[in-house]
T-cell receptor
Framework: KQEVTQIPAALSVPEGENLVLNCSFTDSAIYNLQWFRQDPGKGLTSLLLIQSSQREQTSGRLNASLDKSSGRSTLYIAASQPGDSATYLCAVNAGNMLTFGGGTRLMVKP | DAGITQSPRHKVTETGTPVTLRCHQTENHRYMYWYRQDPGHGLRLIHYSYGVKDTDKGEVSDGYSVSRSKTEDFLLTLESATSSQTSVYFC????????????FGQGTRLTVV
């Protein structure tokens, strides 16, 4: 059974810092990995999708990498802003469902 | 934002009553999913659909049924609600299972008292 772990569970940083969120998964037989953002009481917003054949994807200040063989992905956020405060979730797609990690709750302080 | 509408957004119901949650999409995506989100358990798949009248179970399907009579609508029914089904329910859509992004609705907060 696929298991997805996100470390750290919570993170508090001052504005302007670059930061890395980690995601690990146990079964490397995946089609893709997706990073989401969730604000309190809201739905999930898709940030980046990395196909299993790709090594990284970039969108603005966000960069996600994927090392399928080692079962790891990282989400890099450059020059963090208070508006980045949210919970970040990674999810792996192995076919008929997404398996989610528990999320990293990020707070960026002004 | 992907065109996904969940209704109702909030509901309080009594134990033992039937409840139906609706997910409506305007993207014409083939796949639709129902997830529940609970503290300590994260998001877990309840049921999914791969076409009109084609559905399958997820990892936490007991106590739930689904129906998809039109491409755009996916209904989740709790036949007899229990307190353990108090949760936030999310609908998601995707074009295919393997290579495309999944998009999520805003969620339905269900409380069973």
């Amino acid at each position: 059974k696929q298991e997805v772990t996100q470390i750290p569970a919570a993170l508090s940083v001052p504005e302007g810092e670059n930061l890395v969120l980690n995601c690990s998964f146990t079964d490397s037989a995946i089609y893709n990995l997706q990073w989401f953002r969730q604000d309190p009481g809201k739905g999930l917003t898709s940030l980046l999708l990395i196909q299993s054949s790709q090594r990284e994807q970039t969108s603005g200040r966000l960069n996600a990498s994927l090392d399928k063989s080692s079962g790891r992905s990282t989400l890099y956020i450059a020059a963090s802003q208070p508006g980045d405060s949210a919970t970040y979730l990674c999810a792996v797609n192995a076919g008929n469902m997404l398996t989610f990690g528990g999320g990293t709750r990020l707070m960026v302080k002004p | 934002d992907a065109g996904i509408t969940q209704s109702p957004r909030h509901k309080v119901t009594e134990t033992g009553t039937p409840v139906t949650l609706r997910c409506h999409q305007t993207e014409n995506h083939r796949y639709m999913y129902w997830y529940r989100q609970d503290p300590g358990h994260g998001l877990r798949l309840i049921h999914y659909s791969y076409g009109v009248k084609d559905t399958d179970k997820g990892e936490v399907s007991d106590g739930y049924s689904v129906s998809r009579s039109k491409t755009e609508d996916f209904l989740l029914t709790l036949e007899s609600a229990t307190s353990s089904q108090t949760s936030v329910y999310f609908c998601a859509i995707s074009k295919s299972q393997e290579n495309t992004e999944a998009f999520f609705g805003q969620g339905t907060r269900l409380t069973v008292v």
